[in-house]
């Protein structure tokens, strides 16, 4: 399963950092609780400070359980160390069912 991750910043200079320092640091650490980071982009409307993340799950993780294990883990304290994480206003989950044929879709 793949969930696309939507947030919404409070200021271009919060986005950039979290765009910058924090979310490459959860390509390293989500891996070990069997989620891969497919990829993030900042949006590109002015204004919007926005980051969405695609994220991969293996098949025997359940999203909402992974949700609670990562929050509560010393690797996303680790991450976010440094970041006021009040700048987050906003943030949207997707859960993704792959399409035959999308060139994003696991074999």
């Keep these: 399963m793949d969930q696309l991750k939507i947030y919404t910043l409070r200021t271009e200079e919060a986005l950039q950092r979290y ?3 924090h979310w490459p640091r959860h390509v390293t650490s989500m ?3 069997g989620v891969t980071v497919r ?3 900042t949006d590109h409307q002015a204004g919007a400070h926005r980051l969405i993340a695609l994220l991969s799950f293996e098949e025997s993780v359940d999203p909402d359980e992974f949700f609670t294990a ?3 883990s010393p690797e996303l304290a680790a991450d976010m160390q440094g970041f006021d994480t009040s700048d987050i206003l906003d ?3 997707l859960l993704l069912d792959p399409v035959a ?3 994003l879709t696991r074999k």
């Design 31 to 33: 891996p070990s609780f």
């Design 101 to 103: 044929g999308s060139p």
């Design 39 to 41: 990829g993030f982009w």
């Design 91 to 93: 943030v949207e989950d």
């Design 70 to 72: 990562y929050v509560a």
């Design 19 to 21: 765009a910058t320092v």
